[in-house]
């Protein structure tokens, strides 16, 4: 019989450094207490989930020179979380986000490699390069890669990486390993023995043109922002084709967009709390600093309840420091001007407008069908879920969502396999001798 819908992949996102997360809500707890990572993780495992997901961050985020007051203050190593969540957890797979500008190889090599054994075969990486110079402030090199060198460091580190992983021997042999690359030398012997899945399953977020090719010859899964269906078709649909260039099959490769949800027992109750929610995240003072970071510019002075400056943007303005650069400042401000002006909005209601939004409103039942209507429809492969609440936010979705998925047969009833790569439907890599 011919299965009614695709199978659907689910990962939840740890929340903290983000717009999501709304730290005012008197259920958030600690972003550092292991209690909290657990709780999230342990949900996510009852919710038969492929693996849990860590950000990552090597310098907290500055604005006007000062750590922002309304972001998290306080970052724990995210392999060394991992490495605690994987004694009590029993399925659930661990990946972390790690820099391939500011590590090394083989050390980070060691680290994932670790973590897979202790874990019996649940590692994963999310491969990121880093380009501010204010995060390198933090390393010798500092920030001096441009966006190119970046990911042929990230190329040949995981390239570097995977020659680590396969000097042991299926049987458990030991060979020396030899590299010699533009950005790397490795001359010696790798100290821990082949993962128990092969190697630690490889995440990538990048969507440039680069960070796709990138993905397409290396990536297990993809990590996208596309959250909008037709976006989701088209850049499903990009990647997909990217990969026979690299001999590689469509089902190698899984695409799994980062999305948050909202529940309700009516789908209008759902777009009521939607629309609350957006306004915790967007409180007065949240409005003004995603102001400052378009305009770089020091907007305190300004009414969040009242119009947009009219003075423009300062396109290279180091205001804000440890986030991502905005595309051209000078064309967004123009479209929050024109949009602003056309439905009568202040600054607070012209950034709840146009910044991000959840992307999952309704009933329980409404999300279920929604989400499988993007797989189905080959927007995406599955979902990293990233609730607002920290860390009980997943909590309803594992018991409203999850079953419906269920009865319908697109989602797992139980665990099948013990690894990473068996959640996913990946076959472990070939050894290369």
């Known amino acids: 019989m011919t299965a009614l819908h695709r199978e659907l992949h689910l990962a939840a996102h740890f929340p903290g450094v983000n717009n999501t997360t709304?730290?005012?809500?008197e259920r958030s707890?600690?972003?550092?207490?292991f209690t909290s990572f657990e709780h999230l993780a342990r949900t996510a495992e009852r919710g038969l989930f492929d693996f849990f997901f860590l950000a990552e961050g090597l310098r907290l985020r500055e604005h006007k020179g000062r750590v922002h007051d309304l972001d998290v203050v306080g970052r724990p190593e995210s392999i060394t979380v991992l490495n605690a969540l994987a004694a009590v957890t029993d399925r659930l797979g661990l990946a972390a986000?790690?820099?391939?500008?500011?590590n090394e190889p083989y050390e980070l090599a060691r680290r994932l490699a670790s973590l897979d054994h202790l874990s019996g075969g649940r590692a994963g990486?999310?491969?990121?390069?880093?380009?501010?110079?204010?995060?390198?402030?933090?390393?010798?090199?500092?920030?001096?890669?441009?966006?190119a060198d970046r990911y042929r460091r990230a190329e040949e580190f995981l390239h570097a990486a995977r020659k680590l992983w396969d000097s042991w021997t299926p049987d458990g042999a030991a060979r020396p390993v030899e590299h010699t690359g533009a950005h790397f030398t490795i001359e010696g012997e790798f100290t821990v023995p082949r993962s128990p899945q092969g190697h630690p399953v490889v995440i990538q977020a990048g969507d440039s043109a680069e960070g796709r090719d990138f993905a397409a010859a290396s990536a297990d899964v993809i990590f996208s922002r596309h959250g909008t269906l037709e976006a989701g078709r088209a850049f499903y649909a990009d990647v997909k084709a990217r990969l026979?260039?690299?001999?590689?099959h469509p089902d190698d490769l899984k695409i799994m967009p980062g999305v948050t949800f909202v529940l309700g027992d009516t789908d209008a109750e759902a777009r009521e709390r939607a629309a609350e929610i957006r306004r915790q995240q967007i409180s007065p003072q949240n409005a003004i600093l995603a102001l400052e970071r378009i305009w770089g510019r020091d907007l305190s002075s300004y009414d969040p309840d009242g119009p947009l400056?009219?003075?423009?943007?300062?396109?290279?303005?180091?205001?804000?420091?440890?986030?991502?650069?905005?595309d051209d400042p000078l064309e967004i401000a123009a479209r929050w001007r024109a949009l602003s002006k056309a439905k009568g909005l202040s600054i607070r209601?012209?950034?709840?407008?146009?910044?991000?939004?959840?992307?999952?409103?309704?009933?329980?039942?409404?999300?279920?069908?929604?989400?499988?209507?993007?797989?189905?429809?080959?927007?995406a492969d599955g979902?990293?879920?990233?609730?607002?609440?920290?860390?009980?936010?997943?909590?309803?979705?594992v018991d409203r969502v999850v079953p419906l998925l269920q009865e319908r047969g697109a989602f797992r009833t139980e665990y099948s396999g013990r690894t990473l790569r068996s959640h996913l439907g990946l076959a472990e890599p070939i050894w290369k001798g």
Request: hydrophobic residues 35%; glycine residues 10%; proline residues 6%.
């Open 22 to 25: 709304v730290w005012a809500d």
């Open 29 to 33: 707890g600690s972003q550092i207490d």
């Open 97 to 102: 986000t790690v820099s391939a500008t500011f």
């Open 125 to 147: 990486w999310n491969v990121v390069t880093t380009s501010d110079a204010f995060t390198g402030e933090n390393f010798r090199r500092g920030g001096y890669l441009d966006r």
């Open 244 to 248: 026979a260039a690299h001999g590689r």
């Open 309 to 326: 400056p009219e003075i423009d943007p300062e396109p290279d303005s180091t205001l804000a420091q440890g986030r991502v650069r905005m």
């Open 349 to 379: 209601q012209t950034v709840i407008e146009t910044t991000g939004r959840q992307s999952f409103v309704g009933t329980p039942r409404t999300v279920a069908e929604e989400l499988l209507r993007f797989v189905d429809l080959r927007a």
């Open 383 to 397: 979902f990293i879920l990233v609730p607002h609440i920290t860390p009980g936010g997943l909590d309803e979705f």
